[in-house]
T-cell receptor
Framework: KNEVEQSPQNLTAQEGEFITINCSYS?????LHWLQQHPGGGIVSLFM???GKKKHGRLIATINIQEKHSSLHITASHPRDSAVYIC?????????????FGRGTQLTVWP | EPEVTQTPSHQVTQMGQEVILRCVPI?????FYWYRQILGQKVEFLVS????????KSEIFDDQFSVERPDGSNFTLKIRSTKLEDSAMYFC???????????FGPGTRLTVL
């Protein structure tokens, strides 16, 4: 019921390429989070969205509520973007703030 | 910029010992969380805490686990009698409201021998 699926699991790109990571979920949500996990393990919040699109620098996150799908795009990718990108959702009706996580997408950007 | 801090960064303990993981959430935040990530697996929710009580706990959060906010700034996770399978990275997070962005600490890597 509370599955969060991400694709691809691994992604390799050359510097400058446009990157897309996808996330799909199974039931209605109140919010979707995109997180970045650095090689040392720390987690940084990139976006929280419940509709439409958000942009921060070279990162763009979109969500389609009807299709239960979100994408994270990175324009002009750089080696410093190499990290694990995690999608997490707060399901409608679940306790405030409880997040369900995807398995993450390992992104490696080569110079 | 305010941040969530966690101590220690790495804790090694013997099976059966008690451990306390500490977190200092962002000062004006009201909601607090613990998550764990076993090596190679996805992040899992353990517990949420609001208004000095547990809001929700997952099936992982059994009687061996407890949380406390002893002094209005620290937020602790205690594991009473550690097992090998408790070895994981433990993340604390906090948010202003239940539906707001969550800010994560750097994590405590717990190794149970």
């Amino acid at each position: 019921k509370n599955e969060v699926e991400q694709s691809p699991q691994n992604l390799t790109a050359q510097e400058g390429e446009f990157i897309t990571i996808n996330c799909s979920y199974s039931v209605g949500i109140s919010a979707l989070h995109w997180l970045q996990q650095h090689p040392g393990g720390g987690i940084v919040s990139l976006f929280m969205l419940s509709s439409g699109k958000k942009k921060h620098g070279r990162l763009i996150a979109t969500i389609n509520i009807q299709e239960k799908h979100s994408s994270l795009h990175i324009t002009a990718s750089h080696p410093r973007d190499s990290a694990v990108y995690i999608c997490a959702v707060a399901y409608r009706g679940s306790t405030l703030g409880r997040l369900y996580f995807g398995r993450g997408t390992q992104l490696t950007v080569w110079p | 910029e305010p941040e969530v801090t966690q101590t220690p960064s790495h804790q090694v303990t013997q099976m059966g010992q008690e451990v306390i993981l500490r977190c200092v959430p962002i000062s004006n935040h009201l909601y607090f969380y613990w998550y764990r990530q076993i090596l190679g697996q996805k992040v899992e929710f353990l517990v949420s805490f609001y208004n000095n009580e547990i809001s929700e706990k997952s099936e992982i959060f059994d009687d061996q686990f407890s949380v406390e906010r002893p002094d209005g700034s620290n937020f602790t996770l205690k594991i009473r009698s550690t097992k090998l399978e408790d070895s994981a990275m433990y993340f604390c997070a906090s948010s202003l409201g239940g539906w707001n962005e969550q800010f994560f600490g750097p994590g405590t890597r717990l190794t149970v021998l």
